[in-house]
Nanobody, 112 residues
Framework: QVRVVESGGGLVQPGESLRLTCTVS????????LKWFRQTPGKEREWVAT???????DFEESVKGRFTLTRNWARNTGHLQMNNLKPDDSAVYYC??????WGRGTQVTVSS
């Protein structure tokens, strides 16, 4: 059974940082593509970033230069490092594995 769990969300002020973690079990993590999405009330879930099994990354335009992705192969975790956060980054962030499995999300709120 595949399990995906996000963690690391919270309340921060504009300009601060957060690191989200996606912990995965039940799947061959080493070759799995991991994606992050976010969603705010009343809007569709939007793609934020992707990291492939070989470590290739891609980012939505509004987060380029502020967000980075890493993977810890030994712990089956992926991390979304979010720097210089803006109020528009506030959302529930979801992790997705192999375009099929989702976590329940973690709330990120950026507010002064």
């Amino acid at each position: 059974q595949v399990r995906v769990v996000e963690s690391g969300g919270g309340l921060v002020q504009p300009g601060e940082s957060l690191r989200l973690t996606c912990t995965v079990s039940g799947i061959n993590f080493k070759i799995a593509t991991l994606k992050w999405f976010r969603q705010t009330p009343g809007k569709e879930r939007e793609w934020v970033a992707t990291i492939t099994g070989d470590g290739t990354t891609d980012f939505e335009e509004s987060v380029k230069g502020r967000f980075t992705l890493t993977r810890n192969w030994a712990r089956n975790t992926g991390h979304l490092q979010m720097n210089n956060l803006k109020p528009d980054d506030s959302a529930v962030y979801y992790c997705n594995i192999v375009d099929r499995y989702w976590g329940r999300g973690t709330q990120v709120t950026v507010s002064s």
